[in-house]
Structure formats: structure tokens, C-alpha cells
T-cell receptor, first 114, second 116 residues
Framework: GNSVTQMEGPVTLSEEAFLTINCTYT??????LFWYVQYPGEGLQLLLK?????DKGSNKGFEATYRKETTSFHLEKGSVQVSDSAVYFC?????????????FGAGTRLFVKA | NAGVMQNPRHLVRRRGQEARLRCSPM?????VYWYRQLPEEGLKFMVY????????ESGMPKERFSAEFPKEGPSILRIQQVVRGDSAAYFC??????????????FGPGTRLLVL
């Protein structure tokens, strides 16, 4: 079945450091890929998405490229801020008969130190 | 445009009681999804509903859990005879009818259920 694997956390970085959170997926067909962010005590917010191979999603300085050849969708940011501290979830939506249910990775907690 | 609304935000129940969680999708959205998040884990799909229909309940436990999305009013996730293992955050998401094949789901703030 479809699945998402992302790097385990927590990831601890200093402010202005470069961020990479790895995400790989297994899917039949051509899923859409997403990154969601969850701040403490809150629900999930869509950060960015990509719907087909080689698409790059970007938002708030974050970006991720849909790589079909490596089945990956790694999240990157060139310079993190303290306010980026949160849990990041990689996800896919398969768009099949199941009605686009979203399958999530386990999440990666990011701590950014001032 | 109000986002997805869930209530209550926090719910405390004793073992054996019933929990009812409500979700009002975004205006114009007719698809509702329920997810459960256990502490320090990702979200797990439970059920997908459209108005008056359950489309996919493959993630729902076979007993004690039920969901509905009536023609009028919010979607309800009901947990009967709660046990401590039901303690979790329950998130609802909604999406519009989309022909583009890449529906984005919009999440509510969640209901955090604590079973004592």
C-alpha cells in the first residue's frame, strides 16, 4: 500500500542554518505530495504541495521538489528562524477511489535555537 | 471565510462514557475526513464522508466508533464506551469537490480527548 517515510527527529538547528528534512514515499499511480506544519497545540497547516513529477512547491522560504525517479519530496529552507520550530509532516494523496485520503509520515520535530 | 471548525477543543471523559466530536467543514466543502493523532505520532486516516454517505471507513476501529455527516449540520465522530487508549487528538479536514485530482485538505484545530 501507499506509505510515507520521513527522517526521525528531533532536528535541532541554530537560527539561519540550512534545513533539510528528508521524505520518501511509496505509491501506485501518481500521487500529489504535501508538506504540512503543526505548531504546538494547533492543527495542521498546509505548507506547500506538488502535484506532478518535477513540480516544485514553495512557501515562506520553504521548498520541495517532486522527484519521481527517487520517490522523494525533501523539504528545504535556506535560513531557518526560531519561529519555524514546529512539527513537519510529509504526506501524499493518492486520488484513487478512496477519495483522496491523505497518508502522513510520522512527523519531524524541528527546534531552532536563537 | 471561516475555516474548518471543531468542537469541543478539549474533551475529558471517564472510561465507559461516550465522546461526541463535531466538525463543521469550510463553506462550500462537501467532503469530510477524520484523522487520529496519538501522542508523538503522525495522523492516521479514520473515515471519509460526503453528505449522508460514508465513502471509506477503512481506518475506523470495528467497534465503538462511528461517524456521520448529515444533510444538515456538522459531521459527528462518536466514540462509545471510551477507554484510555482512545486518548488522542482527533482532526477533521474538509475539501471541495475538485476535478483537478489534487485536492488539498483543510484541517481544523482538532479535539483533544483525554480519557481518565
Amino acid at each position: 500500500g501507499n506509505s510515507v517515510t520521513q527522517m526521525e527527529g528531533p532536528v535541532t538547528l541554530s537560527e539561519e542554518a540550512f534545513l533539510t528534512i528528508n521524505c520518501t514515499y511509496t505509491a501506485t499511480g501518481y500521487p500529489s505530495l504535501f508538506w504540512y506544519v503543526q505548531y504546538p497545540g494547533e492543527g495542521l497547516q498546509l505548507l506547500l504541495k506538488a502535484t506532478k513529477a518535477d513540480d516544485k512547491g514553495s512557501n515562506k522560504g520553504f521548498e520541495a521538489t517532486y522527484r519521481k525517479e527517487t520517490t522523494s519530496f525533501h523539504l528545504e529552507k535556506g535560513s531557518v528562524q526560531v519561529s519555524d520550530s514546529a512539527v513537519y509532516f510529509c504526506a501524499l494523496s493518492d486520488g484513487g477511489a478512496g477519495g483522496f485520503k491523505t497518508i502522513f509520515g510520522a512527523g519531524t520535530r524541528l527546534f531552532v535555537k536563537a | 471565510n471561516a475555516g474548518v471548525m471543531q468542537n469541543p477543543r478539549h474533551l475529558v471523559r471517564r472510561r465507559g462514557q461516550e465522546a461526541r466530536l463535531r466538525c463543521s467543514p469550510m463553506k462550500g466543502h462537501s467532503h469530510v475526513y477524520w484523522y487520529r493523532q496519538l501522542p508523538e505520532e503522525g495522523l492516521k486516516f479514520m473515515v471519509y464522508l460526503q453528505k449522508e454517505n460514508i465513502i471509506d471507513e477503512s481506518g475506523m476501529p470495528k467497534e465503538r466508533f462511528s461517524a456521520e455527516f448529515p444533510k444538515e449540520g456538522p459531521s459527528i465522530l462518536r466514540i462509545q464506551q471510551v477507554v484510555r487508549g482512545d486518548s488522542a487528538a482527533y482532526f477533521c479536514a474538509s475539501s471541495p469537490r475538485s476535478s483537478q485530482g489534487s485536492e488539498t485538505q483543510y484541517f481544523g484545530p482538532g479535539t483533544r480527548l483525554l480519557v481518565l
